[in-house]
Nanobody, 121 residues
Framework: QLQASGGGLVQAGGSLRLSCAASGLTFSNYAMGWSRQAPGRDREFIAG????????NYADAVKGRFTISRDNAKNLVYLQMNSLKAEDTAVYYC????????????????WGQGTQVTVSS
């Protein structure tokens, strides 16, 4: 189970930090990531991190503004979102897969429930 939290309403230029608590899987064996879905659009990859945390990958749309991190001791993954834009408005999903590639092509094995992020302009 992947339980995301931290979404909300923020003004453009502001920041939010999403958290995701994982249970029921061996967290340290899994690559973790975040995807999002805006109204009327397909789900898209946002960020991913390998199981050891030593390598990350980001979509071009968020590179330099978002940072993914993980705490394997606490089974937590985070998404720090800075310089938010109206186009970042979406439902954000925490995802997990044994392979980072599956996260990057938006076909992860595990999906959490979404958390809404709304950025007002």
């Amino acid at each position: 189970q992947l339980q995301a939290s931290g979404g909300g309403l923020v003004q453009a230029g502001g920041s939010l930090r999403l958290s995701c608590a994982a249970s029921g899987l061996t967290f340290s064996n899994y690559a973790m990531g975040w995807s999002r879905q805006a109204p009327g659009r397909d789900r898209e990859f946002i960020a991913g991190i390998i199981k050891g945390g030593g390598s990350t990958n980001y979509a071009d749309a968020v590179k330099g503004r978002f940072t993914i991190s993980r705490d394997n001791a606490k089974n937590l993954v985070y998404l720090q979102m800075n310089s938010l834009k109206a186009e970042d408005t979406a439902v954000y999903y925490c995802v997990a897969d044994l392979k980072l590639h599956s996260i990057m092509v938006v076909t992860p094995e595990h999906w959490g429930q979404g958390t809404q992020v709304t950025v007002s302009s």
